[in-house]
């Protein structure tokens, strides 16, 4: 993980740089990148990138790998759990019997069943899951700041030249926390709050859900706002709504930001979740995860290059230290079993799948080994990531874990590398790199894209 002083160069961070710039800046040596593989890997990337945009489902608390797509329905009874396993439509890939919509669209989705690291807390289980950096701290306390690797789509923003008329990177429906802290990958850390996700932090189920910062106060009009200068001054009564979605510093910027989102008519319709069918939300879940699921899908149909859906850890999320196998059937799995079908289905009926990477990760696995509550405890040494669109292959396994899914038995993967696999499918060599508040180059990923999930 970058450290620096918060107090750093600003200049920099100030700049979009081209991908091709930012190859070419000093320092390539000290990092052992020759620039001649750079631009190779540059040029690779780009051919190779089939991804517009990215939908990241991050499911808060660490989801059990063997109750949902890795069981082992041969291995003891304290290890096997209660579940059963079914058939999918890719023969010799079984899967938790509680995902049947899954599992009859299993050919449309690769599994990595190999995935570990080292950090076994909630905040650096998630900072490493999400940014596919280690956290040097591994202690439950760990707080999101401003020297953090910034989550991916930050760099996605930093990096993307387009303008729009939607957000580049959103996330909803709700910020992730461990207790009172705040968990460091979810923010744009030291490229700056100026690359932070737009915060939706209201629930597209609700029968009110409005998102505050598209909803004009009435004495400012559409009109009022096309002059910056005047919304500026105007927008200073919104900073209470700004802080509570922008955990606001460098407010001005927030609210130029928020300027250009107030006037784009194509944002606003891209949230008016209204509009769908009550066959098509009712098919994703009327429930707070499937509704941000589908706002999810909206908004890259909109445009948006990436989208962050967080599973509530109000709720405990998918942290089954008690009662693993009760929760997660009343909720988490037929929840995610609704949203994520229907999720991939849609994209591929609208022609979208092949452009947009969806991939479903978490902290880390759960414990082999069921407690004396009936759960499964933190166990960041396996667990599997879904991955499906962007190029990638369905119906493909990279790495397994062995008998009991305490670790890989074969070809390991790390969080680096799924970052480094999503990054490739966008176009971006895991080379490419920005600076941190000291002006440090750092690549985007230090791991390797996991090849041979693509076509």
Not at 250 to 259: F, I, L, P, W
Not at 371 to 400: E, F, Q
Not at 420 to 426: I, K, M
Request: aromatic content about 8%; overall charge negative.
């Amino acid at each position: 993980m970058a450290k620096g002083r918060a107090g750093g160069c600003q200049d920099f961070l100030r700049t979009r740089c081209s991908r091709r710039a930012a190859l070419q800046v000093g320092g390539l040596g000290s990092l052992g990148f020759p620039l001649s593989r750079l631009l190779q890997a540059q040029e690779e990337a780009s051919n190779a990138a089939k991804a517009k945009s990215v939908i990241l489902l991050f499911q808060f608390g660490g989801a059990s790998h063997l109750d949902t797509f890795d069981p082992k329905p041969d291995a003891p009874d304290g290890i096997r759990g209660e579940f059963g396993t079914i058939e999918s439509n890719v023969p010799g890939r079984p899967i938790c019997e509680h995902l049947p919509k899954l599992a009859g669209m299993s050919d449309r989705y690769a599994l990595v069943r190999s995935v570990h690291h080292k950090s076994s807390s909630h905040n650096p289980g998630a900072y490493v899951s999400l940014t596919g950096r280690e956290s040097l701290i591994n202690i439950v306390t760990l707080n999101a700041s401003a020297n953090d690797f910034p989550h991916p789509g930050s760099i996605v923003d930093y990096l993307d030249h387009e303008v729009r008329d939607v957000p580049t990177s959103v996330a909803l429906p709700t910020m992730i926390a461990d207790g009172p802290f705040r968990t460091p990958g979810e923010f744009a850390g030291f490229l700056g709050r100026k690359y932070d996700p737009l915060w939706v932090l209201k629930d597209p189920n609700s029968k009110d859900f409005n998102v505050d910062e598209l909803t004009l106060p009435e004495s400012i009009s559409v009109d009022r706002l096309e002059d910056r200068q005047k919304t500026l001054s105007q927008l200073t009564a919104l900073s209470q709504l700004a802080e509570t979605s922008a955990i606001v510093q460098g407010m001005s910027e927030y609210q130029a930001r928020a300027v250009d989102l107030l006037t784009s008519e194509a944002t606003r319709k891209a949230f008016a979740i209204d509009d769908e069918t009550d066959e098509t939300r009712n098919r994703y879940g009327r429930n707070q995860y499937g509704q941000s699921v589908l706002l999810a899908r909206r908004l890259v149909e909109a445009g948006v290059r990436f989208v962050t859906v967080y599973y509530s850890r109000a709720i405990s999320g998918w942290d089954t230290h008690k009662n693993n196998f009760s929760t997660l059937k009343d909720s988490r799995l037929p929840q995610t079993d609704d949203a994520l079908s229907s999720l991939l289905t849609d994209l591929e009926e609208r022609g979208l799948l092949d452009e947009t990477l969806v991939y479903w990760t978490g902290d880390f696995g759960r414990t082999p080994k069921i407690n004396k509550d009936a759960g499964r405890d933190h166990w960041p040494a396996c667990g599997t990531v879904l991955m499906a669109g962007g190029g990638i292959r369905g119906g493909v396994d990279y790495g397994s874990s062995d008998a009991t899914g305490a670790y890989p038995d074969l070809d390991p993967s790390t969080p680096g590398d799924i970052t480094a696999t999503v990054f490739h499918s966008l176009g971006f060599p895991p080379e490419t790199l920005i600076h941190d508040q000291l002006q440090r180059p750092l690549p985007i990923s230090d791991g390797r894209p996991l090849l041979p999930l693509f076509g």
